[in-house]
């Protein structure tokens, strides 16, 4: 989604600011007075000991907080060590420099999909992004810049606003369906191994939105269901164990007005897919089905 | 979500077509090329060679059906841009004959100019 | 009820240098497919001068082949011909689902092929001019 | 306010399912959840997933080893409950189209897993709990059942009756991270507690980040006690910067556990002489940390994991997302180079006691999934039996939630079930609440009203939001740090009665510490500050509990490992360690073990294998 505010947007969030006002939320109240002192001092020992160290460029924004209001950038400085991920430094510098370093992460495995982040102009999970290898020759790069995912709204720092993601991923009626279950107790639909071999990649996402982000299809229109939706689709069109009834049904749905058309194969989804997902692929077979079935009506 | 559904979705139907024609193209273009720019240069391009050619009934045919799908590729592909652009409402309407209006023009132009060149006009 | 930033040229176009091979390729299609179908109109415009009678055609021909612009302008238009069918044809690939691992090194064989092909006939279109 | 019937706090494996049951009864239900629900920790599981699904198996099998694996501290009933249930779930998954691996006649593929007599682990390839999470959200989309995502349940709703059996939880009270808004929910049916795991007590876990423990330490702050704390389980073989899990089917296949010496210390130093690499989780964990401890480990911090010997074919074909997981999360390609391990906190058996409806002694209050504790675990949880709990727990709390008979429950619940005091419990510092200790309750005892049980809750809540915003004060991650630290060094696999005993002093310390914590970002936008401060209080709480147990329970069983206390007491110790908050004042108190089930009854055996 494009971070174009609408002056209609502009209109609706100064009604939400007012709600909220009258909801007494906690908070926007003055900065505390915050001793980092402990932290503080061991992160810069720490960085003293340290052999290598990584500065973090890092976006900040904050809609209500006096100097964070007009977006800034901020850089921390980190001590590295081998293995260490950009999450890894990220949350360091929370946790010693500035704990209102917002940021959205839980796994630290890469299943979670909540730290799709723009590091160094490159959609990637934190969790799963060694800083090693961001650079070409061997160890630490001097400087990571890490910034919200592009062509999303931010909510503050690092967040986005993954609601419209969400919103996209549920209009492909996501969940499987048919009328049909094998009779008899404990008995289970079969499938075979091809088919669950087939569609095995496409199971794999973990709803990040790298892709969508990634997307100048998506960018520009914000109805186009995205490359994560596609696949969402794909997953259940391809699956056998639903019927041929309900295959033409999810290729309607795929072919809606914002739909598979609008991708213009341009790649970059499954080039930032941390889970290696073939998602071009997936949306061009979806062309061809929806094709080939529309021949066999004619 | 698709709300009506026809056996022959429309806009499948432009991308396949799109891709019909231009495979098509990739032969007769190709042809034109290496015939017009290379066998012939363009600059010594006269009526004659021109009436020569397009008076033998396969290349004329050739030029015509070059030139019909060239401009249904061509206005095909600047309008499904446009959709993908997001258009819609009324100037989708009007780009839409605009186009299609454009297209015939350009058509009846090109074989009027065929004729001539094959002298038959 | 995000309180959204309008991170403005940051956010759309401002990333062009972080585009990867797809998404040039998708511009240099869009460009030069436009680029192609206006000359189409152009050139029946000027094809048009046969319905008039012979000579007209020849010398309108001929005289215009005699400007350099115009036969500058002919090379580029080789150049947008020669990419949008390379790149076509690699789209047609793409779309039946072959070779789309290497969709990254198809775009840029159809770049140095196309310069190939243009460089390889400039003599033929220029031959003449100086 | 919002209102629904029942509100499930929590999105993962059980709490979705939880909701999908109390939908299916008809109750109008909501889910409240911290994450959205598709990053619930359940997504990490790997696995599978038990159940005897096929001819030869059958479910009194999987009971019998279930109640085998807990070392005899799991409730039969709940054991056999959740083993003939398992199948039905399973299938019932298969159905809503779960992706399971597959056989060449078409159907779910099973496999073998350490401790099941058969193989009955049920599997999605090595993302079970992935496509567990995704396909349960799937149906509440299909359902259209409310979701609340990025809400956090601060404080339960309850009523402050003297007595926990008689309170009454008639909603909760939430932040909403995005607005900065303190809502109350009220739930006219009930609460259904899924908060998962809490392995950030630990300052190296397989865990999430989100993992924090704020279900149980929520109830038992509310009165609900907290049954067999210091079962937690130590995984061998994490890697050390990330916490990321290496299965142990890279030990299955053959994989070499060495230290600093190159020695095969298994063998070595006569670990485990017969089964080598390839002996139980906590056997080869404490191998580990003897030999760091001694001197022998990697930078005094772990030891190799080598699997090069299998050969790069072998190991692509049957370990291939190893290699990705020590590359992306350690920076090590397995193939050139071993992989530097140490054992991590993994899975948490105790939780909040409830019996097999879900129910705890509050009413109106459920819990379900890894922060409760029905107790099918014991002392030890089998590979492959946290998933089934999810769906067989998760739908039962669901359904009684929602109002359906599931019969009368045959394990008690509440103080009241205890047998014996704690009476010689010797703490160095006393446990529990600093001073006045019925902040944690809502409302008074003579409010009757549920709405304004929830109103007052809210009003409590925003208060002390706003105290930690603008109190001047230092951050919370120091203190949690500590504490994390703490806990790995003194109440991990190793348990020394004077390491307990400063783990209790310094929890003691992290408590006065943590009075003068306070927040420093003062945005109403996203603050993650103010949760993770929250957070870090509930860990406390739970660290403590574990603690306690762990200083009380002096033999060894299962997990748990005691020095001077080398084999299991079954006389003394067939019991579940039971800790109430009893409003500030943890009281210690004994629940004894149902081994009477309707199948049979399970007599203590010797665990080997
Ligand atoms: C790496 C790993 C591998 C595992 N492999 C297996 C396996 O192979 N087989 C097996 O059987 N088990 C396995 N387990 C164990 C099993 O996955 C977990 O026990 C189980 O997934 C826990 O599920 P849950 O639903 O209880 O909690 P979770 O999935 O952790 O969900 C917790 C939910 O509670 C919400 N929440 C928490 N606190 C709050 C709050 N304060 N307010 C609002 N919402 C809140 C969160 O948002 C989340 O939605 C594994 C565990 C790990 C860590
Ligand atoms: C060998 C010849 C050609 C091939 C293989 C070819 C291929 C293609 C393909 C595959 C597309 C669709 C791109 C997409 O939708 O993603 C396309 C678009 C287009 N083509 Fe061609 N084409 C050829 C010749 C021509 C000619 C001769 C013209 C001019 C008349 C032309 C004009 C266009 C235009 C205007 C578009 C739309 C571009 C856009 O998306 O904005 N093409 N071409
Ligand atoms: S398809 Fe890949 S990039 Fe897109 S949301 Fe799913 S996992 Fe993320
Ligand atoms: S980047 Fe966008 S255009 Fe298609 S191939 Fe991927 S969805
Ligand atoms: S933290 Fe879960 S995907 Fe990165």
């Not at chain 4, 053959?254 to 670990?271: D, P, Q, V």
């Amino acid at each position: 989604m494009s971070t174009q505010v609408t002056e209609q947007e502009q209109e609706e969030q100064e009604t939400v600011e007012e709600a909220v006002e009258q909801t007494e939320a906690v908070g926007a109240a003055r900065a505390a007075q915050v001793d980092y002192g402990f932290m503080e001092e061991k992160a810069e020992q720490e960085v003293r000991d340290a052999e290598t160290t990584v500065k973090l460029k890092v976006f900040r924004y904050d809609p209500e907080v006096a100097g964070k209001k007009e977006p800034r950038f901020d850089t921390f400085t980190v001590p590295f060590h081998k293995g260490m991920t950009v999450l890894d430094a990220l949350m360091y510098a929370r946790d010693h420099y500035d704990s209102s370093l917002t940021f959205r992460h839980s796994c630290r495995q890469a299943v979670c999909g909540s730290d799709a982040l723009f590091v160094n102009g490159r959609q990637r999970l934190g969790c799963k992004t060694q800083l090693a290898d961001l650079d070409d020759s061997e160890g630490p790069p001097g400087t990571v810049t890490i910034e919200p995912l592009p062509h999303s709204d931010v909510v503050k720092d690092l967040v986005v606003d993954m609601q419209h993601f969400y919103d996209q991923m549920e209009a492909v009626e996501p969940y499987f369906q048919t009328d049909e279950y094998p009779k008899g107790e404990l008995e289970e639909q079969r499938q075979t191994r091809e088919n669950r071999e087939k569609i095995k990649m496409s199971t794999r996402c973990i709803w990040c939105s790298a892709c969508m982000s990634s997307c100048n299809i998506a960018a520009g229109d914000n109805e186009y269901l995205g490359p994560a939706a596609i696949n969402k689709a794909y997953r259940f069109a391809m699956d056998e164990r639903e019927g041929e009834a309900q295959k033409q049904r999810r290729l309607e749905i795929i072919e809606q007005e914002h739909g598979v058309w609008r991708c213009q194969t341009q790649f970059s989804c499954t080039e930032v897919c941390p889970k290696d997902i073939p998602l071009t692929e997936h949306i061009q077979e979806l062309k061809r089905e929806a094709v080939k079935s529309n021949l066999k009506f004619w | 979500m698709a709300d009506y559904y026809s056996s022959f979705e429309p806009k499948g139907t432009r991308w396949l077509l799109q891709r019909l024609t231009a495979a098509f193209l990739v032969v007769v273009l190709a042809f034109h090329f290496m015939l017009l720019h290379f066998v012939n240069h363009a600059a010594d391009i006269t009526f004659m060679g021109t009436n020569l050619r397009m008076q033998q009934a396969g290349y004329f045919l050739t030029m015509v059906l070059f030139l019909v799908t060239a401009t249904f590729h061509g206005v095909n592909g600047v309008y499904n841009a446009l959709v993908n652009q997001g258009i819609s409402g009324a100037p989708k309407t009007v780009v839409k004959y605009g186009l299609a209006l454009g297209g015939v023009v350009l058509v009846a132009q090109g074989i009027r100019v065929a004729l001539a060149m094959a002298g038959i006009l | 009820m995000s309180q959204s930033y309008d991170r403005g040229l940051i956010e759309d176009f401002g990333r062009w240098k972080e585009f990867s091979a797809g998404m040039w390729a998708w511009v240099l299609h869009k460009f030069s497919g436009w680029v192609l179908i206006g000359y189409l109109f152009t050139h029946i415009a000027v094809l048009s001068t046969a319905t008039v009678d012979g000579a007209t055609y020849t010398n309108t021909l001929q005289g215009l082949e005699e400007l350099v612009v115009v036969r500058f302008l002919e090379v580029g238009l080789l150049a947008v011909a020669v990419f949008h069918i390379l790149n076509g044809l690699r789209l047609l690939f793409v779309d039946l689902g072959i070779g789309l691992e290497s969709q990254d090194r198809s775009f840029y064989a159809s770049l140095v092929l196309t310069a190939a092909i243009v460089v390889a006939s400039v003599p033929t279109f220029l031959e003449g001019v100086f | 306010m919002h209102e629904h019937d029942v509100i499930v706090v929590g999105a993962g494996g059980a709490g979705l399912r939880a909701a999908i049951a109390a939908h299916e009864e008809g109750a109008d239900v909501a889910l409240v959840t911290k994450l959205h629900p598709v990053r619930s920790h359940t997504g990490a599981a790997e696995g599978g997933i038990n159940a005897a699904l096929r001819d030869g198996d059958d479910w009194t099998d999987h009971a019998y080893d279930t109640m085998k694996g807990s070392d005899y501290l799991g409730d039969a009933p709940a054991i056999e409950t959740l083993c003939s249930t398992s199948p039905e779930e399973v299938i019932q998954l298969e159905h809503w189209g779960m992706p399971f691996s597959r056989e060449d006649d078409g159907r779910v593929s099973q496999r073998p897993f350490g401790g099941l007599s058969f193989p009955r682990t049920t599997y999605a390839g090595a993302e079970t709990g992935h496509h567990l999470l995704h396909t349960m959200y799937e149906q509440v989309v299909k359902r259209g059942i409310k979701v609340y995502d990025e809400f956090y349940v601060s404080q339960l709703a309850v009523t402050d009756h003297d007595d926990p059996e008689d309170r009454e939880c008639h909603g909760v009270v939430a932040y909403d991270i995005r607005s900065g808004d303190v809502v109350g929910f009220h739930a006219r049916n009930g609460v259904v507690l899924a908060t998962g795991g809490d392995g950030q007590v630990y300052d190296h876990t397989t865990n999430a980040v989100a993992n924090t423990g704020d279900g149980p330490a929520m109830a038992y702050r509310a009165g609900a006690p907290v049954e067999d704390m210091e079962f937690v389980q130590f995984h061998p073989t994490t890697l050390p910067s990330t916490g990321v899990l290496i299965s142990e089917g890279v030990r299955g296949e053959g994989g070499i556990l060495y230290n600093k010496e190159g020695e095969r210390f298994m063998f070595e130093y006569g670990y485990a002489n017969n089964a080598g690499e390839l002996a139980s989780r906590d056997v080869v964990s404490r191998a580990e940390l003897t030999e760091v401890n001694e001197g022998r480990g990697i930078e005094d911090e772990y030891v190799y994991l080598d699997m090069r010997h299998l050969g790069d074919e072998r190991i692509v074909d049957r370990l291939e997302n190893i290699i990705h997981l020590a590359e992306d999360f350690e920076g090590v390609n397995p193939l050139e180079e071993p992989m530097p391990v140490k054992p991590g906190q993994h899975y948490h058996m105790g939780g909040i006691e409830t019996n097999e409806n879900g129910e705890t002694c509050i009413s109106g209050l459920y819990a379900a999934g890894e922060c409760a504790c029905v107790s099918v675990h014991g002392s030890n949880r089998l590979g492959g039996n946290a998933l089934p709990e999810l769906i067989v727990f998760g739908a039962r709390a669901g359904y009684h939630a929602a109002g359906r008979d599931l019969g009368e429950a045959q394990i008690p619940t509440g103080p009241s079930a205890g047998t014996e005091d704690e009476t010689g419990l010797d703490t160095p510092v006393s446990p529990g609440a600093l001073d006045s200790p019925d902040e944690d309750v809502a409302a008074d005892g003579a409010m009757v009203d549920p709405g304004a049980v929830v109103e007052s809750a809210v009003e409590r809540e925003r208060t002390r939001m706003t105290e930690m915003l603008e109190n001047d004060g230092r951050n919370h991650a120091e203190v949690r740090q500590k504490l994390q630290k703490a806990m790995t060094e003194n109440v991990n696999v190793f348990r020394r009665e004077q390491n307990l005993k400063k783990a209790l002093e310094i929890i003691r310390e992290c408590r006065e510490e943590y009075q003068d914590v306070a927040v420093s970002d003062p945005s109403r936008t996203y603050n993650t500050d103010l949760i993770h401060t929250i957070e870090t209080r509930n860990l406390i709480d739970i660290a403590e509990t574990i603690t306690l147990g762990a200083l009380a329970r002096d033999e060894f069983r299962g997990a748990h490992w005691r020095e001077a206390h080398q084999e299991r007491k079954d006389e003394t110790w067939l019991k579940h360690t039971m800790i109430s908050w009893n409003d500030g004042q943890p009281k210690l108190y004994y629940k004894p073990v149902i081994l009477e089930g309707e199948e049979k009854t399970y007599e203590p055996k010797v665990r080997s294998y």
